[in-house]
């Protein structure tokens, strides 16, 4: 099993600051890493695909860069609708595809 | 529009047997294009996959889990049927159905609540 790590636990920002999150994977898991945000009683929602690309009706302040086992997600600039927790899962075994534990940006 | 609900007990007992139910509108699971995936997370923690079904019928199923999880569908109902057998208060968690289109989840039901207690 492809095992992903997720840094940090929790990001502590101030709105309008850049928020910085990694994922990394046991293995290579090439390109296939998507992002999800999940806020409370909500089920989570794709940010990101492909490690890069963006997902229907995803504004441009969120950004995914990496590929083999290092990657990251980029919130250029934090809005109040973005603290959230975040998760990155990988899908190069799909369907046997798993999660990271998540990273929970909140307020600083 | 695309929808998915999950249904099934709130409350099942140690040892029990739980079976989640999934019903979908606006596509149907005979779409060679789609499948579902059945995706839980425990209150507080981290997601996991458990179990996704093709539209030709093909299953697969977590690696930790497979001996305890069954996945099902009936195309004429629109349901994708889950169980999992003897229930333990690990197994406490919100359980949810996704639809799934290019190895991705488009598509979530709202989740339903299962916790197991005696």
């Known amino acids: 099993e492809i095992v992903m790590t997720q840094s940090p636990a929790t990001l502590s920002v101030s709105p309008g600051e850049r928020a910085t999150l990694s994922c990394r994977a046991s293995?290579?898991?090439?390109?296939?890493l998507a992002w999800y945000q999940q806020k409370p009683g909500q089920a989570p929602r794709l940010l990101i695909y492909?490690?890069?690309t963006r997902a229907t009706g995803i504004p441009a302040r969120f950004s995914g860069s990496g590929s083999g086992t290092e990657f990251t997600l980029t919130i250029s600039s934090l809005q109040s609708e973005d603290f959230a927790v975040y998760y990155c899962q990988q899908y190069n075994n799909w369907p046997l595809v798993t999660f990271g534990g998540g990273t929970k940006v909140e307020i600083k | 529009q695309v929808t998915l609900k999950e249904s099934g007990p709130v409350l099942v007992k140690p040892t029990e047997t739980l079976t989640l139910t999934c019903t979908v509108s606006?596509?149907?699971?005979?779409?060679?294009?789609?499948?579902v995936s059945w995706i839980r997370q425990p209150p507080g923690k981290a997601l996991e996959w458990l179990a996704h079904i093709f539209s030709n019928d093909e299953k697969s199923y977590s690696t930790s889990l497979k001996s305890r999880l069954t996945i099902s569908k009936d195309t004429s109902k629109s349901q994708v049927v889950l169980t999992m057998t003897n229930m333990d208060p690990v197994d406490t968690a919100t359980y949810y159905c996704?639809?799934?289109?290019?190895?991705?989840?488009?598509?979530w039901g709202q989740g339903t609540l299962v916790t197991v207690s005696s």
């Open positions: 996704a639809r799934i289109r290019y190895q991705l989840p488009d598509y």
């Open positions: 606006g596509f149907s699971l005979s779409n060679a294009k789609m499948g």
């Open positions: 293995q290579s898991v090439s390109s296939n």
């Open positions: 492909g490690a890069s």
